[in-house]
């Protein structure tokens, strides 16, 4: 089935720093999707890309849909102690037959104050 | 606006027992989502919902696993038997008819099956 290769599994910085993630797939996508989980919660939605080679930015947050539509990243600028948590990429066919939303495996980012 | 509402927040049962779980949606969201996220890996779809129909339960292990929304608004998730792979984080979303603006997630429920 459909899968999400999401990279580094991992990450510890220094507050401060600048942080980048990614997540690749064989198949293609037509909706691409950042969610950022904290503990005991839920994935809570960070930035919707709609449109191949699309770039959009929230706060200090940019993420962009990759041009071949199998991928996307994002990047943090400048983290902050709060930035911690688990970051996951999703992807979604709309209208085609693959309707859901699959997830990466996560990117969890720890930062050094 | 009230977000997806979840219960309870912890479970622990022990194998072959019964459990179920509530979900009460965003008012006004149509379509109604039941994820599986076992510790270290990314929600996995279970079944998904649009009103009061099923539109995609292929993941869900029918053997073990029912969910309803009868009225097409709150859904009840069931497991009977609990298996000790079932422990895991079960996660209710819904969205708006268009999906492509992101789902919106409760806060889960946590099932530790022993």
């Known amino acids: 089935g459909q899968q999400l290769n999401q990279s580094p599994q991992s990450m510890f910085i220094q507050e401060g720093e600048d942080v980048s993630m990614n997540c690749t797939s064989s198949?293609?996508?037509?909706?691409w999707l950042w969610y950022k989980q904290d503990p005991g919660e839920g994935p809570v939605l960070l930035i919707a890309l709609y449109k191949a080679g699309e770039l959009t930015s929230n706060g200090r947050l940019t993420a962009q849909f990759g041009i071949t539509r199998k991928d996307s990243f994002l990047n943090i600028s400048a983290s902050i102690p709060s930035d911690v948590g688990i970051y996951f990429c999703a992807a979604l066919n709309y209208g085609g037959s693959q309707g859901n939303l699959i997830f990466g495996k996560g990117t969890k980012l720890s930062v050094k104050p | 606006e009230a977000g997806v509402a979840q219960s309870p927040r912890y479970k622990i049962i022990e194998k072959r027992q019964s459990v179920a779980f509530w979900c009460n949606p965003i008012?006004?969201?149509?379509?109604l989502y039941w994820y599986q996220q076992i510790l270290g890996q990314g929600p996995k779809l279970l079944i998904q919902f649009q009103n009061n129909g099923v539109v995609d339960d292929s993941q869900l292990p029918k053997d073990r696993f029912s969910a309803e929304r009868l009225k097409g608004v709150d859904s009840t998730l069931k497991i009977q038997p609990a298996k000790l792979e079932d422990s895991a984080v079960y996660l209710c979303?819904?969205?708006?008819?268009?999906?492509?603006?992101?789902?919106?997630f409760g806060s889960g429920t946590r099932l530790t099956v022993v």
């Open positions: 198949s293609i996508f037509n909706t």
């Open positions: 008012s006004g969201h149509a379509t």
């Open positions: 979303a819904s969205s708006s008819r268009d999906p492509r603006s992101g789902y919106t």
